[in-house]
């Protein structure tokens, strides 16, 4: 059943994209940017560069392999390596493709960073779903209460949303970039966490 779930995500994921490319989102994208742009402040820009930041490769990949030194050296849990690096590598390399697929254009409205390459779905977003996703699945395994776990839930909900938010904040990417991103990286993590629980030898 959960393939079939699957199948009918990215068959959600395919429409979009095909939203996207066709310019249909062109109205909720611009007044979701209009409405975060308009928040403005050198304070507030100040911490979205430190959010953006965390979502980028040069945070990431570090925090990557410090969890899987924990992982390995401290838990000893080295299946769960696994799981985190090729989730993330997958991701890594997923993002690449879709964006050479689409090419979808970066928003050119106010840029208050630059960036280059391609703009759906984005990098940031699907980095750090999968990262923050993985970890929660991880940590959920092994937490003790029902509050730990909605706590750790909310964490990752929080830090996921802000980095994406920043994105759109600083005029890197559309709204609909972030979706696309948190969308395919969703489908990704549950065929990761599938195959980890049929194979890795342990209880889903």
Not at 64 to 86: D, Y
Not at 88 to 104: D, V
Not at 105 to 117: F, M, N, S, V, Y
Not at 124 to 136: N, R, V
């Amino acid at each position: 059943m959960w393939f079939i779930y699957l199948l009918l995500a990215l068959a959600g994921f395919q429409g979009l994209s095909m939203l996207v490319t066709r310019d249909r989102l062109k109205e909720f994208d611009l007044a979701i940017i209009h409405t975060v742009q308009g928040w403005e402040s050198p304070g507030l820009t100040s911490v979205m560069k430190v959010l953006t930041t965390l979502g980028s490769s040069a945070v990431v990949i570090p925090l990557v392999l410090l969890t899987g030194a924990i992982l390995f050296v401290v838990l000893r849990h080295r299946k769960e390596i696994i799981l985190l690096l090729g989730a993330m590598a997958g991701s890594t390399l997923l993002n690449e493709l879709l964006k050479r697929l689409y090419q979808r254009a970066r928003p050119d409205i106010h840029r208050i960073i630059e960036e280059t390459g391609y703009s759906f779905p984005s990098g940031h977003s699907m980095a750090s779903f999968t990262f923050y996703g993985i970890l929660t699945y991880l940590l959920w395994r092994h937490m003790p209460t029902r509050l730990w776990r909605i706590a750790i839930i909310l964490l990752a909900a929080v830090m996921i949303l802000s980095i994406g938010l920043s994105r759109v904040y600083l005029g890197v990417h559309y709204p609909s970039d972030l979706i696309g991103g948190y969308w395919f990286s969703a489908c990704w993590i549950a065929v990761c966490v599938k195959l980890f629980s049929r194979f890795g030898g342990v209880r889903r």
